[in-house]
Structures are given as structure tokens and as C-alpha cells.
């Protein structure tokens, strides 16, 4: 059975950083790719940054030049680096994989605020 479990939330200035990190665990036969999206209250949930099994990197337009996705391939873990926050990028961020197999699993979330 496999689980990703986001930590690192929190609430910060804008302005100011907080490192997101998502651990897979159970069995899992490679990794396809891992992602990170986030959903504000009343919003559609959205693709943030995503990293590829050959190190490939994309990001939505917005967090462009402030957030950065990183994996440590050994522990099975994604980071999401994010610096300059502003409001706009509070809600609830979900880690995404996707297995060798093609399965799609999902974190529970971890809520990051950023007062206006």
C-alpha cells in the first residue's frame, strides 16, 4: 500500500520561505514522476511544479523564479522550495506521484497561509 505524507506547512509572511516536503512509502515500483498542486477555498486545484523520472521540471507561470522542486531519488521524496511567498499562494498543497506502473497516488495535504 503505498502513502505520501506532505510536511513543511505552515504559515509565513509574505515574503518569507517554507520548504514543502512529500515522502512516498510502501511498495512502489519506480517513479514515474512527482508533483506538487494546490487548491484555494472556492478554487479548482491546480498544478504548481512537477519533476520527471529524467529530472525534467515545469511550473505554472505564477510561482516561476520563486519556487523550485527538488526529489531525493534514495528516500523516495519530493521537495518544493518556496521563497518570495504572496497571498495568492495560500490553500492546501497536495503532493502526486505517479508509479513505474502508471498508479496515480495522493498526499493528504499540508495548508500554507500567507496573510495579505
Known amino acids: 500500500q503505498v502513502r505520501l505524507v506532505e510536511s513543511g506547512g505552515g504559515l509565513v509572511q509574505a515574503g518569507g520561505s517554507l520548504r514543502l516536503s512529500c515522502a512516498a512509502s510502501?511498495?512502489?515500483?519506480?517513479?514515474?514522476?512527482m508533483a506538487w498542486y494546490r487548491q484555494a477555498p472556492a478554487t479548482q486545484r491546480e498544478l504548481v511544479a512537477n519533476?520527471?523520472?529524467?529530472?525534467?521540471?515545469d511550473y505554472v507561470d505564477s510561482v516561476k523564479g520563486r519556487f523550485t522542486i527538488s526529489r531525493d531519488n534514495a528516500k523516495n521524496t519530493v521537495y518544493l522550495q518556496m521563497n518570495s511567498l504572496k497571498s495568492d499562494d495560500t490553500g492546501v498543497y497536495y503532493c502526486?506521484?505517479?508509479?513505474?506502473?502508471?498508479?496515480?497516488?495522493w498526499g493528504q495535504g499540508t495548508q500554507v497561509t500567507v496573510p495579505s
Open positions: 502526486n506521484m505517479q508509479d513505474g506502473a502508471g498508479s496515480i497516488y
Open positions: 510502501g511498495t512502489i515500483f519506480g517513479i514515474s514522476y
Open positions: 519533476i520527471t523520472s529524467a529530472g525534467s521540471t
